[in-house]
C-alpha cells in the first residue's frame, strides 16, 4: 500500500521534554509538509522541505526543528521552546512543492504535554 | 496577498437534502484551490481541486464546486447529504507560479452535521 504513515498515534510528554514525531511516505514524493491542528482552526504550516537535505521554516516554526536526511522521512521534535505543543500534529507529501499539487496527509499524532 | 475565508463555522443539514459551503480567497495570481473533508481524529483526504482548468470540478462522493473568479468564490455542492457526509470540511487556496515555493493556505474549517 502506498501512503503515508505517522507515529505514533497519540503521545503523552512531561513539559520541558523534546518530543520527536515520525512521518514515513513511500509515495516517492519530493515535497513534505508538517501541520499543526488546534481545535476550531484551519491547518498551520510549521516546517516543509521540497528535496532532500533542504527545508524551509513555515508560519509557525517557533519550538520546532526538522531534519529531511532521506526523501522518505521527515520528522518533527517538539523541542521545550515551544509555549503550547498539545496540538494535533498532521504530516504530508505532494509530488512536488507546486501550488497544483495535491498533498496527501497521514493519520496524525494527537500529542499531549502534562 | 492570499487568504481564504470559509463563511460558516458548522452547517446542519437533513439527510437526503443538499449540501452548500462556502469559501471565498483571495490571491494575487492564478490560484490552485482545494477541498479537504477530515473525520474525526483523521487525516485529510483530498474531495476535489481547480488548477485553472474547467470552472466547475467534480469530485469524490458527489461532491462538486465551482471556481468563480469574479465572485472570489470557490464553495462546495452536494445535491444530497448524507449520515457518511457528516465531517470537518477545509478549503484551501495556493498560489505562487509554478518552479516556486508554494504558498499553502488552509481555511479555519466548517463543520458539517447531519440530521436524520
Known amino acids: 500500500d502506498g501512503g503515508i504513515t505517522q507515529s505514533p498515534k497519540y503521545l503523552f510528554r512531561k513539559e520541558g521534554q523534546n518530543v520527536t514525531l515520525s512521518c514515513e511516505q513511500n509515495?516517492?514524493?519530493?515535497?513534505m509538509y508538517w501541520y499543526r491542528q488546534d481545535p476550531g482552526q484551519g491547518l498551520r504550516l510549521i516546517y516543509y522541505?521540497?528535496?532532500?537535505?533542504?527545508?524551509q521554516k513555515g508560519d509557525i516554526a517557533e519550538g520546532y526543528s526538522v531534519s529531511r536526511e532521506k526523501k522518505e522521512s521527515f520528522p518533527l521534535t517538539v523541542t521545550s521552546a515551544q509555549k503550547n505543543p498539545t496540538a494535533f500534529y498532521l504530516c504530508a507529501s505532494s509530488r512536488a512543492g507546486s501550488n497544483t499539487d495535491t498533498q496527501y496527509f497521514g493519520p496524525g499524532t494527537r500529542l499531549t504535554v502534562l | 496577498a492570499q487568504s481564504v475565508t470559509q463563511l460558516d463555522s458548522h452547517v446542519s443539514v437533513s439527510e437526503g437534502t443538499p449540501v452548500l459551503l462556502r469559501c471565498n480567497y483571495s490571491s494575487s495570481y492564478s490560484p490552485s484551490l482545494f477541498w479537504y473533508v477530515q473525520h474525526p481524529n483523521k487525516g485529510l483526504q483530498l474531495l476535489l481541486k481547480y488548477t485553472s482548468a474547467a470552472t466547475l470540478v467534480k469530485g469524490i462522493n458527489g461532491f462538486e464546486a465551482e471556481f468563480k473568479k469574479s465572485e472570489t468564490s470557490f464553495h462546495l455542492t452536494k445535491p444530497s447529504a448524507h449520515m457518511s457526509d457528516a465531517a470537518e470540511y477545509f478549503c484551501?487556496?495556493?498560489?505562487?507560479?509554478?518552479?516556486?515555493?508554494?504558498?499553502?493556505?488552509f481555511g479555519s474549517g466548517t463543520r458539517l452535521s447531519i440530521r436524520p
Open positions: 484551501v487556496v495556493s498560489d505562487v507560479p509554478r518552479g516556486s515555493a508554494s504558498k499553502i493556505i
Open positions: 522541505s521540497q528535496i532532500v537535505n533542504d527545508f
Open positions: 509515495l516517492n514524493h519530493d515535497a
